[in-house]
Nanobody, 127 residues
Framework: QVQLVESGGGLVQAGGSLRLSCAAS????????MGWFRQAPGKEREFVAA????????YYADSVKGRFTISRDNAKNTVYMEMNSLEPEDTAVYYC????????????????????WGQGTQVTVSS
């Protein structure tokens, strides 16, 4: 069983920044692929960013490229997402997710390919 706990959400003005964290349990965290997804009210959950077990390969949704950066610290069993130049359209509940086994490059953005999910953290960007 893997537990994921997100933190770092909050209310920020447009143009501001937030740093989300996702702390994971499990002895083999360093082997997990990790992803961030978000869900706005009335919308489907969408892919935001993901990275490989080593952190050497990263993926981003077009809407956040150049503004968000995903990273991980395997020594701390934690994945981060630095969010800059936030826009009201970024308002959503943000979820981190873990994939415990090998994942193909085309599958990183697919929510159904992840095995465990956190409870989510709210990010609200005011205009």
């Amino acid at each position: 069983q893997v537990q994921l706990v997100e933190s770092g959400g909050g209310l920020v003005q447009a143009g501001g920044s937030l740093r989300l964290s996702c702390a994971a349990s499990g002895r083999t965290f360093s082997s997990y692929a990790m992803g961030w997804f978000r869900q706005a009210p009335g919308k489907e959950r969408e892919f935001v960013a993901a990275l490989s077990w080593s952190g050497g390969i990263t993926y981003y949704a077009d809407s956040v490229k150049g503004r968000f950066t995903i990273s991980r610290d395997n020594a701390k069993n934690t994945v981060y997402m630095e969010m800059n130049s936030l826009e009201p359209e970024d308002t959503a509940v943000y979820y981190c997710a873990a994939r415990l086994t090998h994942i193909g490059s085309y599958d990183y953005p697919r929510a159904g390919k992840y095995d465990y999910w956190g409870q989510g953290t709210q990010v609200t960007v005011s205009s």
